[in-house]
């Protein structure tokens, strides 16, 4: 059972491996692609802002207040005295030299921020923007810087800076949000998967613990199965598996002792009548016995013939010798062969012959006697009680049909679906192996016929045998 929780383990290992890894990388990629342009959204938002209130402060206070250096520095300290956004941001006036004239902070006046966009805006009289880390204070800032023009001279410029704190507050709680969502969303489909898996892993897991049942000699082992799908179809395939695996078995063992006790009879017979032969001169007495020992022998023979066909069909070595064969030529010999032998044992065996001489058929005719002999075997066998035994054969354009009816009891109907099935003999207490039937139906089933057992109108069994007539 452990070994069997293992490979359990191992299969809901690999089933959510191989389901939750497309969705957990598909849902990262989700994920990070959000997270990315949420944080590209905020900070292109932040920098447009800031450079639309620089483009029209720096055009306002170009054009309005700014007609010499003096005038320069009164009215920076004018405009970041009434800057109202104080608490948002940082409005700053830079000399040209990159130092910091005024400030709305006021703390941060004489000192020189040092950041690419002051000496871009000096260089290039163009508004530049700066993202990165204050050296001063350490601090994550954004900064947009536009030039101030005194007869088209940049002799200053203004500076907005504002703190990345707040943005990236935000950013922290909306990858939160995304994680979480993610988190959940993952779960969810890792609940659903286990009770998807479990609903498939434990039927498995009962099926392959029901299926080392019956291979350790449990045949017949059924299971429930409260299953209407896929799951379903396989227990019923394991429990039909399991019935037929036992039914084989009991008609094997049927079989061994049949057999068995088929040869132990004729053996009997024969070592008898051997000792009593070397103790018994008498001549009717010799003839007798000798006359069983041969029967006897026959008996042997036939059934060990059988064996040798059986296991021919079983590895598929059962093989015809095909030539040009009259039919029913074949058919009429083995009946007149068999009338002088039903005869002495007080059965009257009758036959219908057509009057049209049937063209020879690609057949083995040595397969097709074994046929014959066999049908009217079992024919006086089963049906002797009858006394009479009819044989028939006729044909049409495109087939032969042979017929041998006997008037004995008959076959009872559960047990027809089951007659020509190797090694059963139902109810019959007749002597026999229970595989001839078995052959007959194999050898005609490869001429491409049909063999086939049925009770007859008015009592006992016909045996109807189909071939092709060309």
Request: proline share 3%; net charge negative.
């Amino acid at each position: 059972m452990g070994k069997n929780r293992i490979e359990i383990t191992g299969l809901r290992k690999r089933w959510l491996i191989s389901s939750l890894s497309p969705i957990f990388v598909v849902a990262l990629l989700v994920a990070v692609t959000f997270c990315v342009g949420m944080t590209n959204y905020y900070y292109s938002m932040m920098l447009d802002g800031l450079r639309t209130r620089a483009t029209h402060a720096s055009v306002y206070f170009t054009s309005n207040t700014m007609n010499s250096y003096g005038e320069f520095y009164q009215a920076a300290n004018s405009f970041a005295a009434e800057f109202e956004e104080r608490d948002l941001m940082e409005l700053q006036f830079i000399r040209s030299t990159g130092d910091i004239l005024v400030s709305s902070y006021g703390l941060t006046a004489g000192t020189a921020p040092g950041t690419p966009d002051i000496l871009e805006v000096f260089q290039t009289g163009q508004m530049s923007s700066f993202r990165g880390v204050d050296t001063s204070t350490g601090e994550h800032i954004m900064s947009v810087c536009a030039p101030l023009l005194l007869d088209d001279q940049v002799v200053g410029a203004m500076r907005y800076v504002t703190s990345m704190s707040a943005v990236q507050r935000e950013l922290l709680i909306t990858v939160g949000v995304a994680a979480g969502l993610l988190i959940i969303g993952i779960g969810m489909v890792y609940v659903s998967n286990m009770v998807f898996i479990n609903n498939v892993v434990e039927p498995v897991a009962e099926v392959t613990e029901t299926a080392k049942r019956i291979a350790g000699g449990s045949y017949g082992t059924q299971m429930e199965n409260p299953y209407r799908d896929e799951i379903g179809q396989l227990i019923d395939a394991i429990n039909n598996m399991s019935s037929q695996i036992s039914k084989s078995e009991r008609i094997k063992s049927e079989f061994i002792s049949s057999v068995s006790h088929e040869l132990r009879t004729p053996l009997t017979a024969i070592n008898g009548w051997g000792e009593t032969l070397l103790e018994d001169t008498d001549r009717t007495q010799l003839t007798r016995g000798v006359g069983i020992i041969l029967k006897e022998s026959r008996r042997l023979t036939n059934m060990v013939e059988e064996l040798l066909d059986f296991s021919k069909m079983e590895d598929g070595r059962f093989t015809l010798r095909i030539e040009q064969v009259d039919l029913q030529a074949e058919f009429e010999d083995t009946i007149y062969t068999y009338m002088e032998l039903f005869k002495q044992e007080g059965i009257e065996l009758h036959y219908a012959g057509d009057d049209e001489i049937f063209p020879p058929i690609p057949a083995d005719p040595e397969r097709l006697k074994q046929v014959f002999c066999n049908v009217l075997d079992n024919a006086a066998k089963h049906g002797g009680a009858g006394r009479r035994i009819d044989a028939a054969v006729d044909r049409d354009e495109e087939r032969i049909r042979i017929t041998v009816r006997d008037y004995g009891p008959g076959i009872p109907d559960e047990e027809l679906p089951f007659v020509k099935q190797k090694f059963y003999k139902g109810s019959s207490k007749a002597r026999g192996s229970g595989i001839g039937l078995a052959v007959c139906d194999e050898i005609i089933r490869l001429h491409d016929g049909s063999f086939g057992i049925d009770n007859a109108e008015g009592g006992g069994c016909v045996v109807t045998i189909t071939l092709p007539a060309v």
